[in-house]
């Protein structure tokens, strides 16, 4: 039964000194646009390579990633944000939280682990279903998760936005969480998990016929899956210093999606590619968007347009090119047989 | 020749289904298809109606290829096919049913006369004309399914399995129903379980084996032949 | 709040729910395609009302013409407008042989494109428009006073459904969605032409969806570029819960969202109204995991599916 082109690759090995040179190149040029622009990239990174991990592995899209994401960053933000203040955002805390702060890696990993129990009992019934009721129930998750946080106002300041997180996220700290996704999610491709969800995309009867079970493997990839999607959503949260429910809402899933299919929702290198790709063009237009100088001539395009090239680009990318920028190539060294 | 194929080679996936099979039928002929589940023969009949595409090979129908074409445009062209297992329209009524064939050459009042010879031949569709397709009977729905394939005014009629699952005494309607088929003017290719049947009624046979032909003649001779069962049964063709 | 009220409004709400879950169903049963864009085609004819303009205040367009004239052209453009996204988006995609998972992306996809489209040209300050100005009045049933927008909301969703009952049934074109809904290749096979038929479903559900954003604007007079997502959410969850294979399970779904929303409103203690929305969205997971084929999907009789 064929599993894959992509196998035994190590693709961190590649992909992580590539992206570690990037920063340095960027940090040397000291342009602190271009220097945000790959920390948000990277931010990003963290989400596509997470939902690679479920995506890319078991073929099922999922529209629901987005309420992890929303669910790691109001738990890291119950833990650091705005001491002494928020009891006055967030009444309805308990006063253990209220009282407690902690450090920011601990509360992120904590909040991720929240993310990642609901995944893994959200789960447990998605699992279940087929490739279709399992795309079609994530995303009523995240209509759930949506509506639960934005009516449970006193724990979350509802549909206000929620200022005063820490801002922790700098260039460096977004590369090593990004490094950090990347070899997680390697080294969840090369195991035996990996392999045999990949098994269950490829064909699905044979998987089952030597004792795969879909539901089992399709449970592990989600949880991890929602971890590092959540730790995601958690660093773009101390990124901007703010939250509202409204960001992690549709923009967010369209983004992350278009990410993860325009570089190749089959492979690892692909969410690595895609993301660079897309936030490069989005930069792009953001400063066309902004406006600038050009030989004497003023040069500006409407505001609004960027979303328009995003939505179109993908829409291309489906239609002449569905495996995306890289298909099923995976960078790295090869694994001895 | 109404119809040929040559070198005809269909994949599921990356498994060849059918290879290098070359077969071909006249106009007027009734020709049949015979081998064990799984040896190719629907397999074939679903790529020669534009169901499934063929990864080798050509099919001409009245010397025009038509690989690559649509199912509807392979329809319109005048082959018609009777799938497998029937594949009537169980929700919607019987009326409906012919509804829908009929649209492909004019609609329900441009086809009186092919009405009336369907409820000539099968009595039973004028009864329950308004009656869900689904509660059908097994062998009423075959006569549907027949007679849906012959709204579309089909030079070709393909067949797959017409008596399977049938009560014999609709086995016996069914196949009279071919040979007044033929006698209009509508040839036939029919893939048939049954040995005994297929060469009682048909002109020419095809032998399938493991997506191959491995036998092939006039129903007559081969008639004769006495190693058609332990072909039947998997063995090899003696040459 | 008196129970004639509550019922004009549940059944208001589950008039539109139920249109919108019909021009979902009508689209998902013969393309297996559940269309996130369809909220947005409602969208886009609400916008069609007004003149393109990035400014504050939007000058009616469409919407100073006479009330025929309006309805039709509304109509007519949303209809126009679901056809080419078939067109330029879903067929070329169907064409290549994509997945069911492409294909649910790319309504994804195209969504996000009408949104961003009218983002650019309006920008996303939500604007004012006021159409059929006399239905904002009150009318008395039953000694009780009802908006009569929603009396008719429910009246024209009640003779749309009807006029959609008699298009499946007698007219051939009608009978041939419900075949291809039913089984596409056998429909393929006797001579049903697959372009033709789909671009149909999208042309019905585009007209009911301008329909619909007539009856929204006038019920609400606001202009939103995320309008159209409420109510393709409510759709979504009406047609999985209902039964996506079904047209009627759709329309009952939608109407049993928008009666249960409504009811679920009204009649539940202040505290636990917050958690109604998500009640109801994890019904679709419980129907998926329970009863697949939805609440409302008429049972399956006869020898084969």
Redesign the interface.
Known sequence: MKVGSSLPTLPAAGLIPLLALLCVIVHLIGNLLVEGALTEALVYMVMVVGLSVFVGNS???S?GHVSFALIGAYASAWQTCCPGLRGVFMPGLPEIILDTNVPVIPAALIAALLAAVVAAV?GV??A??D???A???L???L??VK??Y???TSITAGQGSLAGLPLYVSLWTALAWAAVAIVVAQFYMISAHGLRLRATREDYAAARAVGISPWRERLIALVISAFLFAIGGILFGHYLGTLAVSIYW?DMT?LT??ML?VGGKRSLTGAVVGTLAISAVRELLRALERGFDFGGASVQI????Q??V???A??LV??FR?QGIVGDYELGVSLPR | MLLEVESLEVRYGTVPAVRDVSFHVETGEIVCFIGANGAGKSTTMLAV?G?LHPARGDIQFDSRSIVGL???QV??LGI??V?E???I????TVR??L???????G??AAQKQTLDVIFNLFPILRERYDG???????GE?QQLAIA??L??KPRLLIMDEPSLGLAPKFVDLVYETFVRLRNSGVTLLLVEQSMRRALSLADRIYFFQSGQVVLHGKAAELAGRSDLEHLYLGGAAAR | MNGIQLMVDALSLGSQYALVALGIGLVFGIM?M?NFAHGDLMMLGAYALVVPTVADVAPPLVGKWPAGAMIVAITAFVACAGILTERF?FR??RH?E?D???L???S???S??L???V??VH?GRPKSVSIFAELTRQMEIGGVRVALVDVVTIGVTALLLLAMVVFL?RV?WG??I??AS??F??????????DAVIALAFAIAGGLAGILSLLYVAKTGVLDFRMG?PLA?AG??GT?VGGMGSLIGAVLGGLFLGVASSLLQALLPEALR??R??FL??L??VV??VR?QGLFA?R??????
């Open positions: 073929g099922i899209i529209f959200s019934a998605i279940r279903l490739a279709v009721a795309s079609i129930a995303l009523s998750l209509f759930v509506t639960i934005e009516n449970w549709l369209f999606l278009a299919v409407p505001q609004g347009t979303e328009v995003l939505a179109l993908l829409l489906l239609i569905p | 109606a169901v649509a199912p509807e329809a319109a018609g096919l799938p297992g029937r594949r329209f169980g929700r919607l409906e049913n509804v829908v064939a009929s649209g492909l050459r609609g329900m869900r397709a689904g509660n059908l009977s097994g729905q849906r394939a709204l579309t | 297996r559940i988006a070329p995609l290549r994509a069911g998972a492409t649910l992306i790319s994804f996809a195209v996000y494109l949104q961003s489209v983002l650019l920008t049934r051939r009978v041939e419900r075949a039913e089984d290749t056998m429909a393929r096979i006797l001579g049903v032409r697959a997502v959410v979504f969850v999985v917050p958690g929305d998500a969205y994890s679709v997971i998926l995991l697949p008429p399956e009789t006869g020898e084969r599916t």
